[in-house]
């Protein structure tokens, strides 16, 4: 080995990501709510960044003031009931009501009070005895009793422990049920979950069937009691891409981006400030006004990859929006990439929580890429109709006799369609399909 001390030239070409161009590249990944706070904070740094939002309208105080008088009367005519507040129903509240007619010493009530205040949204207690009796400063069987009150209330099945707990008590109250039922969740819950029936069939000296009427009454309860009383508010997703069919059969694509704000230069601003010839007025002008433009031209490579994006995805993927859903052929962004003469990664960037809207609803961009499978005429089906498949069979089978994966694994080579039984078990498990075992029926 000669090992050298030494200065040599080497002449070599390396990629540096500039602070521009990890802007770009951080853009074209922005979903539209990201993207709008990226614009919003700049526009907070920047005074040369004006942002014209299209659902906000700038208010003139002349015009709007005298207009707003002169209305005001009318609008409480007409829009009064419009100002009543919704009514909003508090879980612990409607808990705390069942208990005002209740008669309760101070100790009690303060462990009932950390009882309620410790039930998630789902009405399950979720404080051990221990902790609330140490709270409280009082024994585990003074809690226990104070729980058995609050279990006894409305909705059946709150303060519950577990899922075993909660069934348990919606099933004490309810009307006709075997006693079979309430042995069964108390004392075998884990082989009735894991439908070992047969098993279980044999401990309890019943027949099979009769562990199925049990499942079903079980079917009718609620595992979330207390859910019911909390609304989500609805979550809107806002597409960026919007598909449509002309008359002529064409599909049309385009970009939306009415909800994005619009940037524009605040010229007024830099001329009046230009007027100073301040050199450290001229910089900090000169920055800013380059952080600008480097901004819109971000945006417009975003824009512009987007849209190339979309139209090759639509232009790959034309039986979906032709026939249906059930159409999807394979496509991986590495096709998309090659079609483009782009990086790989710039396509996994572009679709990272982009949605398009089209004529069967509204889908995530990466719902278009789907892996291939061989089929015997040497050409390819996609995974998603391989699911699509499953999932109508599973829909449609006789549930005394469900398909297990290897029969569902032959009826798809019958449609030319080479897959394995762990392939099929596989996406059964994305689908959230039980197995054949969980999904049959002993009627």
Same mark, same amino acid.
């Given at each position: 080995?000669?090992?050298?001390?030494?200065?040599?030239?080497?002449?070599?070409?390396?990629?540096?990501?500039?602070?521009?161009?990890?802007?770009?590249?951080?853009?074209?990944?922005?979903?539209?709510?990201?993207?709008?706070?990226?614009?919003?904070?700049?526009?907070?740094?920047?005074?040369?960044?004006?942002?014209?939002?299209?659902?906000?309208?700038?208010?003139?105080?002349?015009?709007?003031?005298?207009?707003?008088?002169?209305?005001?009367?009318?609008?409480?005519?007409?829009?009064?009931?419009?100002?009543?507040?919704?009514?909003?129903?508090?879980?612990?509240?409607?808990?705390?009501?069942?208990?005002?007619?209740?008669? *309760?010493?101070?100790?009690?009530?303060?462990?009932? /009070?950390?009882?309620?205040?410790?039930?998630?949204?789902?009405? +399950?207690?979720?404080?051990?005895?221990?902790?609330?009796?140490?709270?409280?400063?009082?024994?585990?069987?003074?809690?226990?009793?104070?729980?058995?009150?609050?279990?006894?209330?409305?909705? %059946?099945?709150?303060?519950?422990?577990?899922?075993?707990?909660?069934?348990?008590?919606?099933?004490?109250?309810?009307?006709?049920?075997?006693?079979?039922?309430?042995?069964?969740?108390?004392?075998?819950?884990?082989?009735?979950?894991?439908?070992?029936?047969?098993?279980?069939?044999?401990?309890?000296?019943?027949?099979?069937?009769?562990?199925?009427?049990?499942?079903?009454?079980?079917?009718?309860?609620?595992?979330?009691?207390? %859910?019911? &009383? +909390?609304?989500?508010?609805?979550?809107?997703?806002?597409?960026?891409?919007?598909?449509?069919? %002309?008359? /002529?059969?064409?599909?049309?694509?385009?970009?939306?981006?009415?909800?994005?704000?619009?940037?524009?230069?605040?010229?007024?601003?830099? /001329?009046? =400030?230009?007027? +100073?010839?301040?050199?450290?007025?001229?910089?900090?002008?000169?920055?800013?006004?380059?952080?600008?433009?480097?901004? =819109?031209?971000?945006?417009?490579?975003?824009?512009?990859?987007? *849209?190339?994006?979309?139209?090759?995805?639509?232009?790959?993927?034309?039986?979906?929006?032709?026939?249906?859903?059930?159409?999807?052929?394979?496509?991986?962004?590495?096709?998309?990439?090659?079609?483009?003469?782009?990086?790989?990664?710039?396509?996994?960037?572009?679709?990272?929580?982009? +949605?398009?809207?089209?004529?069967?609803?509204? *889908?995530?961009?990466?719902? *278009?890429?789907?892996?291939?499978?061989?089929?015997?005429?040497?050409?390819?089906?996609?995974? %998603?109709?391989?699911?699509?498949?499953?999932?109508?069979?599973?829909?449609?089978?006789?549930?005394?006799?469900?398909?297990?994966?290897?029969?569902?694994?032959?009826?798809?080579?019958?449609?030319?369609?080479?897959?394995?039984?762990?392939?099929?078990?596989?996406?059964?498990?994305?689908?959230?399909?039980?197995?054949?075992?969980?999904?049959?029926? &002993?009627?």
């Amino acid at each position: 080995m000669n090992l050298k001390v030494g200065l040599w030239q080497q002449q070599t070409v390396k990629l540096a990501l500039t602070q521009e161009l990890t802007q770009a590249i951080t853009l074209l990944q922005y979903s539209v709510q990201e993207l709008t706070s990226f614009l919003e904070s700049k526009a907070m740094e920047n005074p040369l960044i004006q942002l014209e939002t299209p659902n906000i309208r700038v208010m003139d105080p002349r015009y709007d003031y005298v207009k707003k008088r002169k209305t005001v009367k009318n609008d409480d005519e007409k829009s009064w009931l419009e100002q009543i507040a919704a009514k909003s129903n508090s879980f612990v509240d409607y808990v705390n009501a069942q208990l005002t007619l209740k008669t *309760f010493t101070k100790k009690e009530r303060r462990i009932i /009070d950390h009882i309620i205040y410790n039930l998630d949204r789902n009405g +399950y207690l979720t404080a051990s005895t221990r902790e609330i009796a140490n709270m409280c400063q009082a024994t585990e069987d003074e809690v226990e009793a104070c729980i058995a009150t609050v279990q006894g209330l409305e909705p %059946a099945g709150i303060a519950a422990r577990s899922l075993q707990e909660c069934l348990y008590l919606q099933l004490e109250r309810k009307e006709n049920v075997p006693r079979i039922a309430l042995e069964i969740i108390r004392d075998h819950f884990e082989d009735f979950a894991e439908k070992r029936w047969r098993q279980l069939s044999k401990e309890l000296q019943i027949e099979v069937k009769d562990i199925q009427e049990v499942a079903d009454i079980i079917q009718t309860l609620t595992p979330r009691p207390g %859910a019911s &009383f +909390y609304e989500e508010n609805p979550s809107y997703i806002v597409p960026d891409l919007i598909v449509r069919l %002309a008359e /002529d059969g064409e599909v049309e694509v385009s970009l939306f981006d009415d909800l994005l704000p619009k940037l524009r230069f605040h010229q007024e601003y830099y /001329d009046e =400030m230009t007027r +100073y010839e301040d050199r450290q007025v001229n910089q900090f002008l000169k920055e800013k006004s380059n952080d600008y433009h480097w901004i =819109m031209k971000s945006l417009e490579h975003r824009q512009e990859t987007l *849209f190339k994006v979309g139209l090759k995805i639509v232009e790959k993927q034309k039986d979906f929006f032709l026939k249906g859903p059930k159409h999807l052929a394979p496509l991986t962004m590495k096709d998309i990439s090659e079609e483009l003469n782009i990086h790989e990664s710039t396509v996994s960037r572009a679709v990272r929580e982009k +949605y398009m809207q089209t004529p069967y609803g509204t *889908f995530e961009l990466k719902h *278009f890429f789907t892996s291939s499978l061989q089929t015997n005429n040497a050409e390819t089906a996609s995974s %998603a109709t391989v699911k699509n498949l499953i999932q109508e069979w599973v829909d449609q089978e006789d549930k005394r006799k469900p398909l297990s994966d290897q029969q569902i694994a032959n009826r798809l080579k019958e449609y030319g369609i080479i897959v394995s039984r762990r392939t099929v078990a596989k996406y059964r498990d994305q689908l959230g399909i039980p197995s054949s075992a969980k999904r049959k029926r &002993f009627d």
